[in-house]
C-alpha cells in the first residue's frame, strides 16, 4: 500500500469563506473528505495536515521521506516566496505532486513563478478541488510505475 502526505498550506482553511468569486465554495474539510474517499477507492494510505507556518511545513516534509511515497501539496501563498519549502522537498527526494486550485499562470503575475515547480514531480493548476484528486492519482500512479520498473 502506497502512503501519501498530502499538505495544505496557509489560508486554505479559510476556503468556502474567502474570496469565493476565486477559490470556489468548497470548504477544506470537503475537499479533505473528497481525498479520503480516493484514497479508500486507490488503497492508499493518506494522511491530511494543513499549517500556515511555513517552519511547521517544512518539518513535515522533511519528516516524510521515512515515513511516506509521495506528497501532494499546495503550497498557496509559498509557492511564490518559499526557497525553504523548496529545499526542503528537493532534500526529501520524494516524488511531489504540486497542486493549485487555480490557474497561477491567469492570475497576478506575482503568482505566475513557482518555486516549487523546478522539485516536483509534476504541477496540477486550475481545476479547483479536483486538483487534489488528480494529484493523488499522479502519484499513484508514478509509483506503480517505478514499482513495476525497479521490479524488471
Known amino acids: 500500500m502506497f502512503r501519501v502526505l498530502v499538505l495544505h498550506g496557509p489560508n486554505l482553511n479559510m476556503l468556502g469563506k474567502r474570496e469565493r468569486p ?5 470548504s477544506l474539510k470537503a475537499i479533505n473528505t473528497a481525498i479520503t474517499r480516493l484514497a479508500k477507492q486507490e488503497r492508499v494510505q493518506v494522511e491530511i495536515r ?6 511547521e511545513l ?5 519528516d516524510a521521506g521515512d515515513r511516506f511515497d509521495a506528497i ?7 509557492t511564490h516566496t518559499s526557497v525553504a519549502l523548496r529545499d526542503a522537498i528537493a532534500g526529501v527526494a520524494l516524488p511531489t505532486i504540486e497542486v493549485h486550485l487555480t490557474n497561477i499562470y491567469r492570475r497576478e503575475e506575482f503568482r505566475h513563478r513557482s518555486y516549487i515547480a523546478g522539485v516536483a514531480l509534476g504541477q ?6 479536483t486538483g487534489y484528486l488528480l494529484g493523488i492519482k499522479a502519484a499513484v500512479e508514478h509509483l506503480k510505475a517505478t514499482r513495476a520498473a525497479a521490479a524488471q
Not at 517544512?58 to 522533511?62: A, H, L, M, P, S
Not at 501532494?72 to 509559498?78: H, Q, S
Open 22 to 26: 476565486v477559490y470556489g465554495d468548497v
Open 124 to 129: 496540477i493548476s486550475g481545476f479547483g478541488p
Open 72 to 78: 501532494v501539496i499546495n503550497p498557496a501563498g509559498y
Open 50 to 55: 494543513h499549517s500556515n507556518q511555513e517552519g
Open 58 to 62: 517544512v518539518t513535515w516534509i522533511q
